[in-house]
């Protein structure tokens, strides 16, 4: 059974950083790309970022890129979401997100997300 258990969310000033953590079991976490997406107050699910299994590429939305960095450790079954100078826009609900191959890049590319990590952006 897939699970992935989100970590690192929390409150930070506009301008501020938080990092993110996700570890993920239940399947080979090294054979299935990676990403971060967010749902904001009101508003649909986002896709953020992804990242390939083996680490050789990485792909941001416009609306992070820049700002946010992903990485992962394999050893580890784990994956993160560095994120700096953040924007009030930014407060959502960051879910974890397993893709359904070794690539991935949009929404559409990802198969299973956990419960999420609040990150509230304000003064």
């Known amino acids: 059974q897939v699970q992935l258990v989100e970590s690192g969310g929390g409150l930070a000033q506009p301008g501020g950083s938080l990092r993110l953590s996700c570890v993920a079991s239940?399947?080979?976490?090294?054979?299935?790309?990676m990403g971060w997406l967010r749902q904001a107050p009101g508003k649909g699910l986002e896709w953020v970022s992804a990242?390939?299994?083996?680490?050789?590429?990485?792909h941001y939305a416009d609306s992070v890129k820049g700002r946010f960095t992903i990485s992962r450790d394999n050893n580890k079954n784990t994956v993160y979401l560095q994120m700096n100078s953040l924007k009030p826009e930014d407060t959502a609900r960051y879910y974890c997100?397993?893709?359904?191959?070794?690539?991935?890049?949009?929404?559409?590319?990802?198969?299973?997300w956990g419960w999420g990590t609040q990150v509230t952006v304000s003064s």
């Open positions: 239940g399947f080979t976490f090294s054979r299935h790309g």
């Open positions: 990242i390939h299994s083996d680490t050789s590429d990485t």
């Open positions: 997100a397993k893709a359904k191959s070794p690539r991935a890049r949009g929404l559409h590319d990802f198969s299973s």
